[in-house]
């Protein structure tokens, strides 16, 4: 028996070693605009959030007008400036080993079209059987991801372990009552992720097929 049904994937930072080019990104489109861009470590503390929540806590005095020409700025130097998506050297082998397993999904503050180039371009759609973007729910931390996530694929949150290498990640698993797993591959550091809830916290995606194999190990000794 296998403490999980599903296991729910982050993008960014999780999978994708796409942290620096998030930065990078953001800062470019305020160069574009001659505004001062937000300092790196501001920066890194909103991914994970929706390009929109994102930019209410870096800038909350731009007005909606300015809001809207800065996501609109973005997401065109995302979609026409940006590197290539590159995963983590272990991520394709460990959703190749965990997929014979367990159902695997992803949630993420991306939109629809930034994940759909994502996965085409890493050639890893086919080991999801569930995506959400901020197109179709509420960003993170709010659990609608995840409630929808177990919805679609008829498991109870409780059966879906989040991993995440975010806060926000670990508050929308909390937030749906999912336990978490927290990652320090990407954009928070491990102090910040320790103020959060997490059952474990792991320097690399191929520890997970360890630590997942031991709660069942655990599970079987119960």
Known sequence: MKPYRVLIFDWDGTLADSTAQIVQGVQNSFHRFGWPPPAEADIRATIGLSLREALRRLCPQLD?????????????????HREQTVLFPDAGNTLQRLQQHYWLAVATGKGRRGLDAALDETGTRSFFLATRTVDECASKPQPEMVLSICEELGVHP??????????????????????????????????QLQTAPHLAMLDSLTGLSAWLAGEEERLKAT
Request: charged share 15%; net charge negative; hydrophobic share 35%.
């Open 64 to 80: 909606q007008q300015q809001t809207e020409a800065a996501i609109r700025a973005y997401q065109h130097e995302f979609h026409h």
């Open 158 to 191: 409780a059966e879906a372990l989040v991993i995440g290498d975010t806060t926000h990640d670990l508050h929308m698993a909390h937030n749906a009552r999912s336990p978490a797993v927290a990652l320090t591959t990407g954009a928070h550091t491990s102090g």
